[in-house]
């Protein structure tokens, strides 16, 4: 990936996390459960991006 999309990629992120926190059903969570959400989220996303990465797969339109 280039830095450029990896910048893109980590911008709608935490776009996406931001608009998720303000859902009511998040919020009741509390802090320790919707942090250990975020942190399984985020071990998804950067192992699958790690994964791309040392498997050389391009995706190009």
Request: hydrophobic share 60%; net charge positive; glycine share 10%.
């Amino acid at each position: 990936m280039t830095l450029t999309a990896m910048i893109v990629s980590m911008i709608s992120i935490v776009g996406c996390l931001v608009l998720a926190s303000r859902n009511p059903q998040i919020r009741g969570l509390g802090g320790g459960q919707a942090l250990r959400l975020a942190a399984i989220w985020a071990a998804v996303i950067i192992s699958l991006v790690l994964v791309i990465q040392w498997s050389g797969l391009r995706i190009t339109s």
